[in-house]
């Protein structure tokens, strides 16, 4: 879920459909919605409560990012019902995906952390379903000129009655209430403020105690790593798409290690501070950026 979900939707979407892949874990120097609209949902996982940090202040929320969500889908419906399409040939729209994203944004913050998660999967995160590439596949070509504006070949639709990028673009303008630059200025020091945070809090002493303490109870297991992201970023995991067994040996290790000797917490208080630290010196900007998600959830609340 982003801040800007309205407005860079139909953008997005209408980017050619990428594969799925896996990757190294999320280490948080993204801003705290995900930097983008969400793009891959883990299969049939469930929103759930989780880490919060101070930074989660200036992110959608799940119920703002509901309320977003129903307000762009009953434009886009409006507009393309009213371009000819009925409701099957609306469907699916991806505005649910980034709802289910916003509790669990955090859940690869410091590495695999669930030990079900690391017996099943390693480091590899689970598996995911592409919505852009759903998004695409579940439509024809006319279709999709009506929803996004693009035609086969790519080149933006001529036809006079389609908007400026399809119906999803449509949704967007409606729902913006503020400039593109403005929210974009707001998201890059939210960024900038969770990546400081997050170096700050690994050059902590508190926390490369904490390392300390992990690498030996590692080191204990037979696993010889002087940090987490050494685990997890270990090159060996990512030649393939799926963990093996020495890997998933080390994940479990890595999440027991984990919770025997409190690193979470303890990472996680300390990158918390950090983070109210320097909301503190940019307050004003923030404060300003939380007003424009507030104006966007507003409007899509009386649009509705």
Not at 50 to 68: C, F, H, M, N, Q
Not at 79 to 89: E, K, M, S, V
Not at 185 to 211: K, M, N
Not at 242 to 265: F, N
Request: proline fraction near 5%.
């Amino acid at each position: 879920m982003t801040a800007r979900v309205l407005v860079r939707i139909a953008v997005l979407l209408a980017l050619p459909a990428a594969g799925c892949v896996a990757a190294p874990a999320d280490v948080a120097v993204q801003s705290p919605d995900g930097a983008g609209v969400v793009q891959a949902r883990s299969a049939g996982a469930e929103p759930k409560a989780g880490l919060t940090l101070p930074l989660d202040a200036y992110a959608l929320t799940a119920a703002e990012g509901r309320v977003l969500g129903s307000a762009a889908e009953a434009r886009v419906r409006e507009c393309a019902a009213g371009l000819g399409l009925d409701d099957a040939a609306i469907e699916p729209l991806p505005f649910a995906a980034d709802v289910a994203a916003v509790a669990a944004r955090h859940d690869r913050r410091y590495a695999v952390a669930d030990p079900e998660v690391a017996a099943e999967h390693g480091y590899h995160p689970p598996p995911s379903t592409d919505v852009r590439r759903e998004f695409h596949e579940a439509h024809t070509d006319a279709e999709l000129e009506v929803l996004v504006g693009v035609t086969s070949d790519g080149a933006a639709t001529t036809r006079d009655d389609i908007p400026e990028g399809g119906c999803l673009g449509a949704a967007s303008q409606a729902a913006s209430v503020a400039s593109e630059s403005s929210l974009r200025a707001g998201q890059d020091l939210v960024s900038a403020v969770q990546a400081d945070a997050w170096h700050a809090a690994l050059a902590d002493p508190r926390v490369l105690d904490a390392f300390a303490a992990w690498s030996a109870c590692m080191a204990g297991a037979g696993y010889h790593y002087a940090a987490p992201m050494d685990a997890n970023d270990d090159p060996r995991w990512w030649t393939s798409d799926a963990a093996g067994a020495d890997e998933l040996a080390t994940a479990v290790a890595d999440v027991a290690c984990k919770s025997s000797t409190g690193l979470i917490p303890v990472w996680s208080a300390v990158e918390a501070g950090y983070q109210s630290q320097f909301i503190a010196a940019s307050q004003a900007e923030l404060d300003a950026y939380r007003a424009l998600l507030d104006q966007q959830v507003s409007a899509a609340s009386t649009a509705r």
